[in-house]
């Protein structure tokens, strides 16, 4: 029965793509959570994974430099969808996501409605900040992002270029995203709002 199970998580690991992330949670189906543990650490010792964070494992980009890592970003969301958790980047974090800054912050910080808690990858820090439900009434991704780095950068800060950005990043959106945008829009400050709903109108037209 162990063998079996053993089994069925390296053919599922083999058919993951080269750089998805992974954890325990994406076998649960079999029922075995301490086994499936077990058999990720023996493929991590036989280097057919790698493991990026504590319990996130990816099958590795190899190139002629090494192994090709994940951002930062894409582990915070591994993480968040294996605690069913909602987050959003802060700060400077949420700055350097857009290429509003090309500071990279050694502590990348995310507000969360999950458990609050600090993930070392490498060098840097993932912080998970607890706040309250009401924090995540947005509907879209891009836009409350933006709204986020608008709100670090403070209102005087907003040059063209960064503007030049915003209608660049809003223009590249989905049909999706697109669709939630007003809605977001309404849950920012006035100033956002004014600087915001022109550029949006032209994108949405």
Do not use: C
Request: aromatic fraction near 6%.
């Amino acid at each position: 029965m162990e063998e079996n199970i053993s089994q069925k998580v390296r053919d599922r690991v083999t058919r993951f793509k080269k750089g998805d992330l992974f954890t325990v949670r994406d076998f649960e189906d079999l029922n075995n959570d301490s086994l499936v543990t077990r058999t990720l650490s023996r493929l991590q010792n036989e280097g057919i994974i790698v493991r990026v964070a504590t319990g996130i494992y990816m099958n590795p980009i190899k190139t002629q430099f090494g192994v090709l890592h994940p951002t930062i970003d894409q582990i915070a969301h591994k993480i968040a969808e294996r605690d069913r958790a909602q987050i959003m980047p802060t700060g400077d974090t949420a700055l350097n996501i857009l290429g509003f800054s090309t500071q990279v912050p050694m502590n990348a910080v995310y507000i969360t409605n999950g458990a609050k808690r600090k993930v070392q990858v490498g060098e840097r820090n993932i912080i998970f900040k607890n706040v309250v439900q009401k924090n995540f009434q947005f509907k879209g991704k891009l836009l409350p992002l933006i709204i986020i780095a608008l709100k670090e950068l403070g209102e005087n800060q907003v040059t063209d270029e960064i503007k030049d950005k915003i209608s660049k990043l809003l223009s590249e959106s989905d049909a999706e995203e697109r669709a939630t945008m007003m809605h977001d829009l309404y849950l920012s400050p006035v100033w956002m709002k004014e600087l915001l709903l022109p550029i949006i109108k032209t994108v949405t037209e």
